[in-house]
């Protein structure tokens, strides 16, 4: 019996040795496990926080460069006026010419936004002052040795005959010519392609309102982003087909642009899906035909019943106002929305005069006016005037006695005791030196 005994205790102690070192092996593998698991986890977060810290490191090298870039293009930028020569000049079609502009220094140009523009002053014969002109830019803004503007002759209108024509544009299209020199000031304007996004846009121009479409197209070819672009552009017929050449070779080797241009007038020799693609005007019933949808910015640059006409339009099809823009040279007949006065304020700007002193005329203040000049044009004052958005200074005039509000901050800082009257209106009675 004794044997017997002695044989289970042996066999139960080997079992339970076994189990325990199975269990003791268990608990190291679990812990060795652990460890590996452990630092696998910390390998892995280490290498994020690498990473992490490689891409924050990677960006703030890019800003840094970024800025500097900003930087050195500051330093290109340029107060007061600078010399350019005429290097070419070009007859795009009937009344219109291109001109090339190159430092007369020899310096290097800073580039600008697309769409933005140009402000010339110009000593015309038989003038006491310089006239202030503003002109798009045409041209791919990453020139670094030229600009280039477009301007088209502005005559007399045929029912208007007694209407003088353009003075400055005539001025560049019979005076101007290859080796003179201009003054200009530098790029400027709030009527531009955000060339940070990557958004589909819609271009849209009339006749010479083609200018900062074609700037704006050329920036995006050039920066290589692909982003899609819808390119409408209308006018009568071939003879007023601005830059066409280089319209269509732009357009050929860019797929992402997309070409619709519309004769009002074609000829009869010539042939559609060859000269241009649809006949009769650019109209928001064409956008609604050919865009896939309304979900785009919007760019517009023409006349004033041109913009006024898509800008309803688009806002009928539910466009955002925010997606709109629209160049605004000359009185505009396209007017951003602004919350009505109050009944109050009505009666109050209702009672306030304007006296222009020079012209002698005391005259009511009209709530619904825009801004002084425009006010002032339609009392029969003349003003001189440039660009119409409170950046090259022309429309400055004194103030006598009273004071005035700005609808926006001015690009250009009036002199004490002025007023730039294209952006302000007023705030109470008010003279003005004109």
């Known amino acids: 019996m004794q044997p017997l005994i002695e044989k289970l205790q042996s066999e139960l102690g080997g079992r339970l040795s076994l189990t325990l070192g199975l269990a003791i092996l268990a608990a190291l593998a679990l812990q060795l496990f652990l460890m590996l698991a452990g630092s696998a986890r910390r390998a892995f977060y280490e290498r994020r926080h690498r ?35 005429v290097t070419r000049k070009v007859r795009e079609c009937d009344d219109v010419f291109a001109f090339y502009l190159a430092p007369h220094d020899g310096k290097p140009l800073p580039p600008y936004k697309p769409g933005q523009y140009l402000t010339f002053q110009l000593d015309l014969p038989g003038r006491d002052k310089p006239l202030v002109r503003c002109y798009s830019l045409s041209d791919s803004p990453t020139r670094a040795d030229y600009y280039r503007v477009t301007i088209k002759k502005e005559k007399a209108p ?16 019979d005076v101007v010519k290859e080796g003179d020199i201009l003054n200009a000031k530098a790029p400027t304007g709030h009527f531009y392609l955000d060339m940070e996004k990557k958004n589909p846009v819609v271009l849209i121009a009339g006749g010479v309102g083609i200018t900062p479409m074609l700037a704006m197209a050329n920036a995006i070819a050039a920066s290589g982003s692909g982003r899609e672009v819808w390119f409408f552009f209308g006018v009568r017929n ?35 899906d060859r000269d241009y693609q649809h006949e009769g005007r650019v109209g928001i019933e064409l956008l609604k035909e050919v865009l ?18 898509i800008t309803d339009g688009l806002e009928a099809w539910g466009v955002p106002e925010k997606d709109v823009h629209f160049e605004a040279f000359g009185p505009a007949t396209v007017k951003k929305k602004t919350p009505p006065p109050t009944p109050s304020e009505t009666s109050f700007l209702a009672k306030l005069s304007v006296t222009f002193g020079k012209s002698g005329k005391t005259v009511r203040w009209d709530p619904a006016a825009a801004n002084l000049l425009e006010f002032a044009q339609a009392q029969g004052v003349r003003i001189d005037s440039g660009c119409c958005a409170g950046s090259c200074g022309s429309c400055a005039v004194a103030i006598k006695s009273g004071a005035v509000d700005y609808a926006k901050k001015p690009d250009v800082e009036p002199e004490a005791g002025t007023c730039l009257t294209c952006v302000c ?6 003279v003005l030196d004109a």
Do not use: T
Request: proline share 7%.
């Open 425 to 430: 209106k007023p705030k109470g009675d008010l």
């Open 51 to 85: 990473r992490l810290s490689l891409d924050r490191l990677r960006l703030q090298i890019k800003e840094a460069a970024i800025r500097c870039e900003e930087a050195e293009q500051q330093k290109l930028v340029w107060n007061g006026c600078r010399k350019f020569k």
């Open 292 to 309: 896939p949808s309304s979900n785009f910015e919007y760019y517009l640059c023409g006349n004033g019943a041109f913009m006024k006409s």
């Open 158 to 173: 045929p029912d208007k005959p007694d209407v003088p024509p353009g003075a400055a544009s005539c001025y560049f299209a």
């Open 238 to 272: 071939r003879r007023e087909h601005i830059h066409k050449e280089e319209i269509e070779k732009l357009v050929a080797a860019n797929d992402n642009i997309r070409l619709h241009v519309c004769y009002s007038r074609p000829s009869p020799e010539e042939v559609k």
